[in-house]
């Protein structure tokens, strides 16, 4: 695009990139994606869930520059080192930058980690963790008074959610695999801004704004089919470049209207959690019956609090 030194070489978009261009291009493409999906506006608030990795504080960082309100929510898993590392870098970046950060940690605000509810419960750890961090987020967004929740997920990400939702035919799922869901029923909105940058375009936007982030992969991840369904499309995108994007974009054009049809439908079926004030289909959420098995003391969750959830630090 210009006589610049190239930094950056895309191949699926068959162009190599000077730093300004290259940082030109990322901001154009979250630009894009959050107008197209009509995710928020100027005026909106916008928690950030921040997990100390690329991605997340790239999103934050992005759409910081571009200068939108946000405030940063991180929450502290209890996964040995690398939660502690992944709040101090999180911590970190936001203050040098003068950014609002709520830090939950969960074995303090509820009583266990997610090893804890591995262990105890006998569940996937991914899946006690997503549930844990699905419900703070939502709760934080809803007692805060929050527009939208965004997340980091990448095209990668995206893309390897769609192989798997596809290997397996969940049409539910698949009807509901939209950039942003719409609040409703007790649920805040949810966006992703970066479903159409790459993990390595999220790296290259760190390291070319100077952000510390972990590089360490999550030690809980390991036998995850989302790693799998991830090297997969890495391998198919080394011998075909711009297959990811067209697998998850063409998805997005052409798939998803066929499984959309029901999977807005609102719930009549939900309540109030007796616990904890989530919406539920049952008496308790599914996060509170968690909570139970998995915590060894008992912590009560302050409803209606301004500062909450309980334990929660700004
Ligand atoms: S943090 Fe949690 Fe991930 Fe670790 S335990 Fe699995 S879901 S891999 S994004
Ligand atoms: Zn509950």
């Not at 978009?13 to 506006?41: D, P, W, Y």
């Not at 509901?176 to 375009?201: I, M, N, S």
Request: glycine residues 10%; charged residues 25%.
């Amino acid at each position: 695009m210009c006589r610049g030194a190239p930094v950056i070489d895309l191949r699926q978009h068959n162009a190599a990139f000077c730093e300004e261009h290259f940082l030109r291009f990322c901001r154009s493409q979250v630009t894009k994606t959050i107008e197209k999906h009509q995710m928020f506006g100027p005026t909106d608030r916008i928690l950030v869930a921040v997990s100390g990795g690329k991605d997340s504080l790239a999103l934050w960082d992005m759409l910081d520059e571009l200068g939108y309100t946000t405030e940063g929510l991180t929450i502290g898993l209890g996964i040995d080192n690398y939660s502690d590392q992944s709040t101090e870098m999180t911590r970190r970046f936001a203050a040098e930058r003068g950014l609002a950060l709520q830090v939950v940690d969960l074995a303090a605000t509820y009583g266990f980690s997610v090893p804890d509810a591995a262990g105890r419960t006998g569940r996937v750890p991914c899946s006690a963790c997503g549930l844990s961090k699905r419900h703070v987020f939502d709760q934080v967004a809803r007692e805060g008074g929050f527009d939208v929740v965004v997340t980091g997920h990448n095209l990668d990400d995206e893309a390897a959610v769609l192989f798997g939702n596809v290997m397996r035919w969940q049409d539910d799922y698949l009807g509901r695999q939209r950039p942003v869901l719409a609040e409703g029923d007790g649920f805040p909105r949810k966006a992703k801004p970066l479903v159409r940058l790459t993990e390595r375009e999220t790296a290259a936007w760190c390291l070319l704004r100077g952000i510390d982030y972990v590089l360490d992969e999550c030690p809980m991840a390991d036998g995850n089919n989302h790693l799998a369904y991830k090297e997969l499309l890495n391998t198919l995108e080394e011998r075909t470049p711009g297959a990811k994007q067209d697998f998850y974009l063409g998805f997005l054009r052409q798939g998803l209207r066929h499984f959309e049809q029901g999977s807005d439908t609102a719930r009549t079926d939900l309540r109030a959690c007796e616990e904890c004030g989530a919406p539920t289909s049952a008496d308790r959420c599914s996060f509170c019956r968690l909570r139970e098995r998995a915590s060894t003391t008992s912590v009560t969750v302050e409803l209606g609090s301004t500062k909450h959830p309980t334990g929660a630090t700004s």
